[in-house]
């Protein structure tokens, strides 16, 4: 199965100044005005003396009623600056420019916590802190099968009816994760701690290439060469590869001597899910911001 899950709906509008320049802008508003309304004509002759002379109006461009109020409220004027902000996103920064109309979308495999899971978490972010290393656990967890790309929003049915069809007749299949491994995004702004898959890595490249058939019919960058399949477990804001990787050893034992022996990652691979976010929200791992 494949499920398709949407967070917000986007209605644009469009300037209603290029519909008047493609149907002839350029008539006057006198045309409009005599056509519709014969009250509103003028009195050439002046036998309406109650009646007041229509206003001309300036030669060019014609007047337009202004926006409502409700509506400008919609879209503040420092939407932009907010969402640019880092510190309302952790200290991530923004890894594409915002625009309106553009939808930052992955592919992945969620990742559904077992209950023993919780616990680990606590015992890596108290290694690592212990490490001068302070980590944020994700707030969910999947397996990436793409890279974050920009859909607009007239493509994403499309978009999404090209996955369909492509994973229609992928197999059911398990894969298992278990070896901790150090991650830094492209722009070196975020470093992760994620847990690689060691069993499906075959299974998830054909997954990968269904994809990427999709992605390059809509001229999207495809993924990685040769992907390291992983599910990222935590963060930190900057490159802190190496400070990391100081612990990365003492980190491994706890997940080679969990208690009831080597904790493993299960993730069925079932379904892929297809997720949209519109560019001014930020969705965490799998959004705009890196």
């Given at each position: 199965?494949?499920?398709?899950?949407?967070r917000?709906m986007?209605?644009s509008?469009?300037?209603?100044?290029?519909?008047?320049?493609?149907n002839?802008g350029?008539?006057?508003?006198d045309?409009d005005?005599?056509?519709?309304?014969?009250?509103?004509q003028?009195?050439?002759e002046?036998?309406?003396?109650?009646?007041?002379p229509?206003?001309?109006?300036?030669?060019?461009?014609?007047s337009?009623l202004p926006?409502?109020?409700?509506l400008?409220a919609?879209?503040?004027?420092?939407?932009?600056?907010?969402?640019?902000?880092?510190?309302?996103?952790?200290?991530?920064?923004?890894?594409?420019?915002?625009?309106r109309?553009n939808?930052?979308?992955?592919v992945?495999?969620?990742?559904?916590?077992?209950?023993?899971?919780?616990?680990?978490?606590?015992?890596?972010l108290?290694?690592a802190?212990?490490?001068d290393?302070?980590?944020?656990?994700?707030?969910?967890?999947?397996?990436?099968?793409?890279?974050?790309?920009?859909l607009?929003?007239?493509?994403?049915?499309?978009f999404?009816?090209?996955?369909?069809?492509?994973?229609?007749?992928?197999?059911?299949?398990?894969?298992?994760?278990?070896?901790?491994?150090?991650?830094?995004?492209?722009?070196?702004?975020?470093t992760?701690?994620?847990?690689?898959?060691?069993?499906?890595?075959?299974?998830?490249?054909?997954?990968?290439r269904v994809?990427?058939?999709?992605?390059?019919?809509f001229?999207?960058?495809?993924?990685?060469?040769?992907p390291?399949f992983?599910?990222?477990?935590?963060?930190?804001?900057g490159?802190?590869?190496v400070?990391?990787?100081?612990?990365l050893?003492e980190?491994?034992?706890l997940?080679?001597?969990?208690?009831?022996?080597p904790?493993?990652?299960?993730?069925?691979?079932v379904?892929?899910?297809h997720?949209?976010a519109p560019?001014?929200?930020?969705?965490?791992f799998?959004?705009?911001?890196?």
């Amino acid at each position: 199965m494949y499920t398709t899950t949407y967070r917000m709906m986007l209605v644009s509008y469009s300037s209603s100044s290029d519909e008047e320049s493609e149907n002839g802008g350029e008539a006057s508003n006198d045309h409009d005005i005599k056509s519709f309304s014969p009250m509103c004509q003028e009195d050439p002759e002046g036998l309406n003396p109650g009646k007041k002379p229509k206003m001309k109006q300036p030669a060019g461009k014609p007047s337009r009623l202004p926006l409502p109020g409700c509506l400008l409220a919609m879209f503040p004027e420092d939407m932009d600056s907010k969402t640019e902000d880092s510190s309302l996103h952790g200290g991530r920064v923004r890894s594409f420019k915002h625009e309106r109309g553009n939808w930052a979308t992955y592919v992945y495999l969620p990742y559904h916590p077992e209950e023993e899971f919780g616990d680990l978490m606590e015992e890596l972010l108290s290694a690592a802190a212990a490490c001068d290393v302070v980590l944020t656990r994700q707030e969910e967890f999947h397996l990436s099968l793409s890279q974050t790309v920009v859909l607009r929003h007239h493509w994403i049915q499309p978009f999404t009816q090209s996955l369909k069809a492509g994973l229609l007749h992928c197999k059911r299949f398990g894969c298992l994760a278990g070896r901790l491994k150090i991650y830094c995004n492209a722009e070196r702004t975020r470093t992760f701690l994620g847990m690689e898959v060691v069993t499906g890595h075959a299974q998830l490249l054909d997954l990968v290439r269904v994809v990427d058939r999709t992605m390059t019919e809509f001229h999207l960058d495809t993924f990685y060469e040769d992907p390291s399949f992983h599910v990222s477990l935590a963060w930190c804001v900057g490159d802190l590869t190496v400070q990391l990787g100081l612990c990365l050893q003492e980190l491994q034992r706890l997940i080679d001597n969990h208690e009831d022996g080597p904790f493993l990652l299960r993730l069925d691979c079932v379904e892929s899910l297809h997720e949209t976010a519109p560019l001014m929200k930020s969705e965490g791992f799998g959004g705009n911001h890196r």
